[in-house]
């Protein structure tokens, strides 16, 4: 049984950096490659970008080019998120998933992470 | 930009049939898109519905299928449920590793 359990709930300030952990479990971590999902305070999910947690590889939606870094563990089997320059858009839930090879959705989805951007 | 459009809220009677549509602002949807849906409820991660346009999740009732028509994913609810009153969001793969979230859609039954 895939299970992905992620960090706690984060409070940031404006301007500062947030990391988020995603714990992978019951599945061989490198096998599946993770993406992260956000919903912004009640608006809908917007992807954020994926990680070959094997290769390290990565690709980030446009919108989060230059501030969004996704690396792992691979000895913890435990992906990462960091999102830095935080501003009061970025509050809401993070969610990981992991992608299905050769299908391309995400199968298994972590329990989320709220995160608070407040001066 | 890649906008992924899907209607804003849908209302059905109990037992009824709704449609939602993923559509996209410059292109027909199609299979190489593998429209997923995804049904989110208050509070919850999102719960895989539907892959690769027309595979049901596992665990997922066979009430819930999805499509293409009039070159959109579609996710259609064959006799609908209270339980089935939440929002669904498709995503499509773009290609080159890029995935874009339609707005969601909201269902109410009642």
């Known amino acids: 049984q895939v299970q992905l359990v992620q960090s706690g709930a984060e409070v940031k300030r404006p301007g500062a950096s947030v990391m988020v952990s995603c714990k992978a479990s019951?599945?061989?971590?490198?096998?599946?490659?993770i993406t992260w999902v956000r919903q912004a305070t009640g608006q809908g999910l917007e992807w954020m970008g994926w990680?070959?947690?094997?290769?390290?590889?990565?690709g980030y939606a446009q919108k989060f080019q230059g501030r969004l870094s996704m690396t792992r563990s691979t000895y913890t089997a435990t992906a990462y998120m960091e999102l830095t320059s935080l501003t009061s858009e970025d509050a809401g839930i993070y969610y990981c998933?992991?992608?299905?090879?050769?299908?391309?959705?995400?199968?298994?989805w972590g329990q989320g992470t709220p995160v608070t951007v407040s001066s | 930009q890649t906008v992924v459009t899907q209607e804003p809220s849908f209302s059905v009677s109990p037992g009824g049939t709704v449609t939602l549509t993923c559509g996209l602002s410059s292109d027909s949807v199609s299979t190489r898109h593998y429209p997923s849906w995804y049904q989110q409820t208050p509070g919850q991660a999102p719960r895989p519905l539907i892959y690769?346009?027309?595979s049901r999740s596992s665990g997922v009732p066979d009430r819930f299928s999805g499509s293409i028509l009039w070159n959109k994913a579609v996710l259609s609810i064959t006799g609908a449920q209270a339980e089935d009153e939440c929002e669904y969001y498709c995503?499509?793969?773009?290609?080159?590793?890029?995935?874009?979230f339609g707005g969601g859609t909201k269902v109410t039954v009642l």
């Open positions: 019951g599945h061989t971590f490198p096998n599946s490659d």
């Open positions: 998933a992991t992608i299905v090879g050769g299908r391309n959705d995400f199968d298994h």
């Open positions: 690769s346009t027309n």
């Open positions: 990680m070959n947690p094997k290769s390290g590889n990565t």
């Open positions: 995503v499509l793969y773009m290609g080159s590793g890029v995935w874009v």
